[in-house]
């Protein structure tokens, strides 16, 4: 049976009005019936650019569709679509993404890792905030208004003769500067490898002896923490200064009588008011005070030897640290003041007794600072040095070889000395050799009386004279020279 033309052209029609049906049903994601899958609740600050429909995706799979998006007490209430088959753990969150700078907004989840799975009507929080565009590029547009104003700024103070003067004056004087930091720079090069080295070496000494400070700092902590609780309960002088009216009552009489005695001084009577009204006395005064400045004066011209060194000791694996200020005032005179990091200074006893035991006494020694200062003589290549050696009467002696590059040294002291272990006198050996101006190692043999705590050592340190230290302060660039 042969269709008319009529027929045709009818079934045509209703075939385009088919796929047409279909097409927007499928495009617009319409459907009969209730969709599949289960609803969870979002709220967002902002959700601009998002629109119902939009994709909702997991590592840019989708897994569902915005059905829903409304107001909420100012924050945008987003309900998502989520496919049956998909499970999302409690903890989820949501944020808004794009494909591209200006593509489609979408909506991308970031699975939990808690325990159970989200259900339908459950909430999901908002990961972070969403850029909004027109806002930002408002911002950029004032941004933008403020470099324009700053370059027409520029244009007005460098567009004319007097400004282009001006910066040509400064490229010239930062092209100066740049010259005369690069002359510097290769002129003191082995100078500041040197001092970089010495900064090392220091930076590791501090790392060895920094605990050991710190424990020492902990301990003055809890001794005065002990003094401050004496004090507040009103034992020791201080104590009951705060806590007896009586006390207080005699410093406010000693006051009172210092007052009197500035009022007579005042006046002019007894012989410290003498000083201040009669003419001789003054000028008696400053007769003496010209003679203390030129013993000040002479003091300054002494040569001036600062030394930083450590001793490895090879027995015991401690480090024994020195800092060595010498004054000379002449060739063959010097003082010599010494702070000594001793890892053997103090000593603690424990006593401890079990049952029907003996009691047991333990010692443990401790790290303590000490201080040596000594006055020496120098007889050619012979110099000998009396006075306190760490803590204790004390002496030694020096010996130059090779215009004072090799020096042999022997020490005694302590010649009671309370440690348990050290039966005789401490004496020590040492050999320095310098090797180069400033830096010097040195070896030798220490306490080689007592066997039970005698060690050989190896070492090294640094050696600067007053020239040094004024070479060093004048070689350093300072801001604003």
């Not at 007052?259 to 000083?275: F, H």
């Not at 006593?351 to 000594?374: G, H, I, M, R, Y």
């Not at 130059?400 to 040294?409: E, G, I, M, R």
């Not at 010097?440 to 090294?460: M, P, Q, R, W």
């Amino acid at each position: 049976m042969r269709l008319s033309t009529e027929a045709r052209v009818g079934l045509v029609v209703l075939l385009g009005v088919l796929i047409l049906s279909y097409m927007t049903f499928k495009v617009g994601g319409y459907r009969f019936g209730t969709a599949a899958g289960y609803r969870i609740i979002a709220l967002f600050d902002s959700v601009a650019g998002l629109d119902t429909k939009s994709k909702i995706r997991v590592a840019g799979v989708e897994v569902g569709t915005v059905e829903t998006i409304a107001l909420l007490d100012g924050q945008a209430k987003v309900t998502l679509r989520i496919n049956p088959d998909i499970k999302l753990r409690k903890g989820t969150q949501a944020a808004v993404r794009a494909t591209g700078l200006l593509g489609d907004k979408y909506l991308e989840l970031v699975p939990g890792k808690e325990e159970g799975y989200l259900k339908d009507g459950d909430s999901i929080t908002q990961s972070e905030q969403v850029a909004d565009l027109d806002r930002l590029i408002n911002q950029f547009s004032s941004i933008a208004s403020d470099i324009k104003a700053v370059s027409a700024s520029l244009r007005e103070a460098l567009g004319t003769k007097e400004g282009e003067a001006s910066m040509k004056e400064i490229v010239a004087n930062i092209r100066e500067l740049s010259h005369n930091l690069n002359v510097t720079v290769k002129d003191n090069r082995e100078n500041f490898t040197k001092a970089v080295a010495n900064i090392q070496d220091a930076s590791s000494s501090l790392k060895t002896d920094l605990p050991k400070l710190m424990e020492s700092l902990n301990r003055t902590s809890e001794k005065l923490e002990a003094i401050a609780t004496k004090v507040e309960k009103g034992e020791g002088t201080l104590g009951k200064l705060i806590e007896k009216d009586d006390i207080y009552n005699k410093l406010d009489s000693t006051l009172q009588g210092l007052n009197n005695i500035t009022q007579k001084v005042e006046k002019g009577e007894g012989t410290i008011g003498k000083l201040f009204t009669d003419e001789k006395a003054y000028d008696q005064m400053t007769t003496t005070l010209e003679g203390l400045s030129n013993a000040v004066t002479r003091i300054e011209r002494f040569r001036t030897i600062i030394e930083g060194s450590s001793e490895y000791q090879l027995r015991t694996h401690d480090t024994k640290g020195y800092f060595t200020v010498q004054l000379q005032p002449r060739e063959d005179k010097f003082y010599l003041l010494q702070l000594v990091n001793d890892p053997r200074g103090y000593f603690t006893k424990t006593t401890q007794q079990t049952d029907n035991n003996p009691p047991v006494t333990t010692t443990k020694s401790k790290t303590q600072l000490k201080f040596s200062a000594e006055f020496g003589r120098r007889y050619s290549d012979l110099a000998v040095r009396i006075g306190l050696v760490e803590n204790s009467l004390g002496g030694g002696a020096d010996f130059y070889l090779f215009n004072d590059s090799l020096k042999f040294s022997a020490d005694a002291w302590d010649f009671n000395s309370n440690d348990p272990e050290e039966k005789h006198p401490h004496l020590k050996a040492t050999a320095r050799y310098t090797l180069f101006k400033y830096l010097f190692a040195e070896g030798g043999y220490d306490d080689f009386l007592n066997k039970k705590i005698d060690t050989v050592f190896v070492g090294g340190g640094l050696r600067l004279d007053d020239d040094d230290l004024k070479y060093l302060m004048t070689s350093i660039p300072l801001p604003g020279r």
